[in-house]
């Protein structure tokens, strides 16, 4: 059977030749060269969290300026495993993992193997191999180590070092996820990466300079779980994927052009983390998929729309906007309310509903928000169907809050969180056609006032925040059926 050189010297056999000319076509490349070396200097360097290599950026260091002028920067290094295998189909797969959702940071994210070089490694492919072995118990000598790429960098300014090996037998390969770091070990179609299906992407900015970040989604076929795959992660897969395939990816890649400062320490970056947070809020959300609504009662009855406007707090908490309706309203006055209101006929959707409602009432200008999903539609008792349209809000200082006083007497914001806490919170039991419910109650001082946020808008607010922090509530929840009759199709004939 044809064999190639394995990690320790020996010889590994291949499951087919295709795997083989892999082998055989990586080993003959040669990544651009990169001026930083490995001299004592002193490392003062922003680190990646519990030594894991999870960014939403990552670049090729060989074309960020730093390559040219490295003299006062030395960044920390890591290695990831992009360990590929010859997949039932015929088709080439790489080994993914989704991170803990009990870890603090970038929970729940999709990540490759790997992490931070230890003093004992002896170089970059012993760290990705250690690591794997590690995280999802892979036999270093299971895998043939075809070649190194170029380092990445990632935001936080981690030397990141792609190892490309080539798992030679699957069988034998039985993933243990080391419960700590990793929740799921799974495979993806490598070619994934180079296409342009089932991919988004956002224009973002750092350090004056645009860039894309790019999203793919991912559906296994079996257990059907869906997956993002986004960030650093996905930028060493697209260059991996390039590589192996021979051709650039279908879309405009257009990576980040870092400007580095030429001595970095913790204080470089005041910000550091908080783009994060918001960044893995957006992949979560972008993950969840309403129900769809029955079409028996898409026209059946009147539509609203409320905003869900989400923002990072200046204590790196995750708060919502809320208002107080004015006292002067004949219904529902002074009670707490997501910005929002009925349909009006100019609307093209309620993503349109909401946003123009918000700037009625609290000045918030659409520009500002941005939209990353709608929710399944709630059924009210007043026979209206109300759409949560959930939106980020990306520029805190924009926003002056401008109250209608017609209908708005005051605004203020609460800690996500806070809605799937049985902390000041209390249930009232009541009854509809037979079937007992739970109208939930939270207790809430801001600077301006105490607050009750119930029923409609508490049910809506544990409902997002379940889908955010991916855990359900601290307390039986037991929603009203009717709110679901939007979905169900049984909404009841006057």
């Not at 490694?121 to 036999?139: N, P, Y």
């Not at 089932?198 to 004056?208: A, K």
């Not at 990576?255 to 030429?262: E, T, V």
Request: net charge negative; charged share 30%; aromatic share 8%.
């Amino acid at each position: 059977m044809a064999s190639s050189r394995s990690l320790n010297g020996g010889s590994l056999p291949f499951s087919s030749q295709r795997l083989l000319a892999l082998a055989q076509q990586l080993s003959h490349y040669k990544p651009p060269p990169c001026s930083l070396d490995d001299g004592d200097e002193q490392e003062r360097i922003i680190e990646e969290t519990v030594g894991k290599v999870v960014s939403q950026v990552g670049v090729q260091e060989s074309v960020t300026p730093i390559a040219q002028n490295p003299e006062k920067f030395k960044p920390k290094r890591a290695a990831v495993l992009i360990c590929l295998f010859e997949g039932d189909a015929g088709d080439l797969r790489v080994i993914l993992t989704k991170r803990s959702s009990r870890l603090t940071t970038h929970s729940g994210e999709v990540s490759l193997p790997g992490g931070k070089a230890e003093e004992g490694d002896k170089d970059d492919i012993e760290t990705a191999t250690r690591e794997a072995k590690e995280e999802i118990g892979l036999d270093p000598s299971l895998v043939n180590i075809a070649t190194v790429l170029e380092p990445f960098l990632s935001k936080h300014l981690l030397r990141v070092v792609p190892v490309i090996g080539i798992l030679t037998d699957k069988k034998a390969f039985k993933p243990t996820p080391n419960a700590a770091e990793v929740d799921e070990v799974f495979d993806a179609p490598l070619e994934m990466f180079i296409k342009d299906e089932n991919r988004t992407e956002e224009e973002r900015e750092w350090m004056g300079e645009k860039y894309l970040l790019h999203f793919f989604e991912y559906e296994t076929e079996k257990e059907k779980k869906k997956y993002i795959i986004w960030g650093l992660t996905a930028g060493v897969l697209i260059r991996a994927a390039s590589l192996v395939y021979q051709q650039p990816p279908a879309f405009l890649e257009q990576n980040p052009k870092f400007k580095f400062p030429k001595i970095v320490d913790r204080n470089t970056d005041p910000n550091h983390g908080s783009d994060d947070v918001v960044e893995n809020l957006v992949q979560r959300l972008r993950l969840y998929k309403p129900t769809p609504v029955s079409d028996e009662t898409q026209f059946s009855v009147k539509r609203a729309a409320v905003l869900v406007c989400i923002f990072q707090g200046n204590n790196g908490d995750l708060r919502v906007i809320l208002t107080k309706r004015s006292s002067s309203l004949s219904s529902h006055s002074g009670e707490v309310a997501l910005p929002g209101g009925k349909q009006e006929e100019t609307d093209i959707d309620d993503i349109q509903t909401a946003l123009r409602e918000a700037k009625e009432e609290i000045g918030l200008e659409p520009s500002l928000v941005n939209v990353v999903t709608v929710l399944e539609p709630v059924f009210t008792k007043h026979r209206m169907i109300v759409v949560p349209v959930v939106g980020i809000l990306s520029d805190t200082k924009a926003f002056d809050p401008c109250p209608c006083a017609d209908e708005v007497e005051a605004i203020f914001d609460a800690p996500l969180e806070m809605f799937l806490k049985d902390e000041n919170r209390w249930a009232e039991e009541r009854e509809w056609k037979g079937e007992k419910y739970l109208l939930h109650h939270f207790d809430y001082e801001a600077e301006n006032g105490k607050y009750l946020i119930w029923a409609f808008t508490a049910g809506v607010l544990i409902r997002v925040a379940s889908i955010i922090y991916q855990r359900p509530p601290a307390f039986l929840e037991l929603r009203p059926r009717f709110w679901d009759m939007a979905i169900t199709g049984d909404i009841p004939k006057l």
